[in-house]
C-alpha cells in the first residue's frame, strides 16, 4: 500500500526556515518524480515543487524560486522542502504527492498525503 | 489569479449532468496533458481524470474529460449527494516550466 506522511510543518515567524519532509512507502521511489502542491486555508491549489526520480532535475514555482529548495533522498524513501525566507503567503497546507513517471514535468499524481500545515506569522 | 481558468462555482441536482470548464494557453492546455482532481471537504486531492480523459481505476464511468484546443471540461453524468466536492484542473506549461492548477470549481449538489 502507498503511504505519504508529511511532517515538520509549524508556526514560524516571517524570514526565519523550516523543513519539510514526505516519508514514501508502498512504492520503488526512485522510479517516480515527486511534486509539493500548497493549499492556503479556504484557497485553491499551488504547485510549489517537483523533482524527478533520480533527484537530478528540480522545478520551482515563480513564487518560491530562490527561496524553496525540494530534494530527496533514495536510499531513504524521502522527500524534502527546504523553505527560507518565509512570508506570511506562504501559510498552507503543503501536500507531497507521487508522479505517475519519473519525469518531474507531470501533473499527474496517483497519491497524495494528508498535508502538513505551515503557518507564517509574526 | 490562476493561469488556468475554472468558474468559481457549479450546481445541479440529483440526476442531473453538470460541466466544468477549464481554459488554458496554447503552451498549458494546448501542449500538455490535463488532470482533474477531486478535493471532497477536509481530505487531499483525489486523481479523477488524467491524460484529458482517462479515468484511473475505482472512478464511476459517470466522470468523463474532454479536451479542445487551449480548453478542457469535466463533465459528471447522473449527479449524487457525494460529487459535492471541489474540483481543479492541472496541466503542465512549457512557458512556465512549472505545473499549473485551475482556481477551483465548487460543485453543489442542490
Known amino acids: 500500500e502507498v503511504q505519504l506522511l508529511e511532517s515538520g510543518g509549524d508556526l514560524v515567524q516571517p524570514g526565519e526556515s523550516l523543513r519539510l519532509s514526505c516519508a514514501a512507502s508502498g512504492f520503488t521511489f526512485s522510479s517516480y518524480a515527486m511534486s509539493w502542491v500548497r493549499q492556503a486555508p479556504g484557497k485553491g491549489l499551488e504547485w510549489v515543487s517537483a523533482i524527478g526520480g533520480s533527484g537530478d532535475i528540480t522545478y520551482y514555482a515563480e513564487s518560491v524560486k530562490g527561496r524553496f529548495t525540494i530534494s530527496r533522498d533514495n536510499s531513504k524513501n524521502t522527500l524534502s522542502l527546504q523553505m527560507n525566507s518565509l512570508r506570511a503567503e506562504d501559510t498552507a497546507v503543503y501536500y507531497c504527492a507521487k508522479?505517475?513517471?519519473?519525469?518531474?514535468?507531470?501533473?499527474r499524481s496517483d497519491y497524495w498525503g494528508q498535508g502538513t500545515l505551515v503557518t507564517v506569522s509574526s | 489569479q490562476s493561469v488556468l481558468t475554472q468558474p468559481p462555482s457549479a450546481s445541479g441536482t440529483p440526476g442531473q449532468r453538470v460541466t466544468i470548464s477549464c481554459s488554458g494557453s496554447r503552451s498549458s492546455i494546448g501542449a500538455n496533458h490535463?488532470?482533474?482532481?477531486?478535493?471532497?471537504p477536509g481530505t487531499a486531492p483525489k486523481l479523477l481524470i488524467y491524460g484529458d480523459n482517462q479515468r484511473p481505476s475505482g472512478v464511476p464511468d459517470r466522470f468523463s474529460g474532454s479536451k479542445s484546443g487551449t480548453s478542457a471540461s469535466l463533465a459528471i453524468s447522473g449527479l449524487q449527494s457525494e460529487d459535492e466536492a471541489?474540483?481543479?484542473?492541472?496541466?503542465?506549461?512549457?512557458?512556465?516550466?512549472g505545473a499549473v492548477f485551475g482556481g477551483g470549481?465548487?460543485?453543489?449538489?442542490?
Not at chain 2, 471541489?86 to 516550466?97: F, K, Q, T
Not at chain 2, 470549481?105 to 442542490?110: H, I, P, R, S
Open chain 1, 99 to 107: 508522479a505517475t513517471v519519473v519525469s518531474g514535468r507531470s501533473t
Open chain 2, 34 to 40: 490535463v488532470n482533474w482532481y477531486q478535493q471532497l
Open chain 2, 86 to 97: 471541489d474540483y481543479y484542473c492541472a496541466a503542465w506549461d512549457d512557458s512556465l516550466n
Open chain 2, 105 to 110: 470549481t465548487q460543485l453543489t449538489v442542490l
